[in-house]
């Protein structure tokens, strides 16, 4: 049976990872020290033989017995409002945790991937992001934590490739969601879903004609596990997610007619100058390489993910 190990396992990414590994006949060891994540997404699993959870913060040296066949470096907070309140955190788990996670595969001979991310090209000058363009990132903003920590981990990937020959992939996430976001995480997604559900206004910071595109989890996850397991050469990085494209002001009025919901649009300030202003992935050689491209529309996500939110809410009244 193939052994994997997930950084960051009780994540959003993370648990869905779990979960996509134990179903396809993996044995898996998740590693998470919690500070972003939570074993309420793993509780499914842990009457698993093959799944094995372990309190363990990724960026100390690592240890793990028996052989160890992939390691998928999930392990980061990854919300701009986890930019300014665990900075250090960031740098740290992208920087050093990326060393120790390499290090581990390399000791294993096991494969590696990275989870890396859209933010690795700043505020883009290009348009849709190839994975050719090398960013335009600002690296003392204050996002600047996160997108420099992410372009060094994965600068450490490809000097382990090519240095150690460790067989590596970089995967660059763009905006993902799903159920299991934290509702108090702070992106877009669980805001906009969870003011909208509880009747608020819905924030959209700025003007609301800045950019995104988002993919469903089941979607990204699909993408990752194949890019892991293919036998054709990757050497360089591969962007997944969702080429369609929307202002965020679109997407919240796609989310208040979604929930059937009153609530009025109000503008904010926007929480920081870098603030990417467009961004839509260029899938070409993900759909090349893999055959991979998303299947999940915006409608059918965001109603699975208003579901699981809606659960939430009723659980945080509950227990109020
Ligand atoms: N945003 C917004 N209202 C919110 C939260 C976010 O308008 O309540 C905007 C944010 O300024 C950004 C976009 O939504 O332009 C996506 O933000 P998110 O925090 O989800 O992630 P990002 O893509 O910026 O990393």
Known sequence: MPRALVTG???????HLCDRL??????????????TGSTDNLAHLLDEPRFRYVNYDVTEYLYLDGPLDLVYHMASPASPVDFPTKPIQILKVNGIGTHRALGLARAKGAKFLIASTSEVYGDPLVHPQTEEYWGNVNPIGTRGVYDEAKRYGEAMTMAYRRFHGVDTK????????????????????????GQALRGDPITVYGT???????CYVSDLLDGIFKLSVTDKSVSGPVNIGNPTERTMLEFAQEIKRLTGSASEIVYEPLPTADDPKQRRPDITKARELLGWEPKISLEDGLKETINYFKGKLTETAKSS
């Open 9 to 15: 396992g009780a994540g959003f990414l993370g648990s």
């Open 22 to 35: 134990l179903a396809e006949g993996y044995e898996v060891v998740a590693f998470d020290n919690l500070l």
């Open 170 to 193: 970089i995967v660059r996430i763009f905006n993902t969601y799903g159920p299991r976001m934290r509702l108090n995480d702070g992106r877009v997604v669980p805001n906009f879903v």
């Open 208 to 214: 609301g004609t800045q950019t995104r595109s988002f």
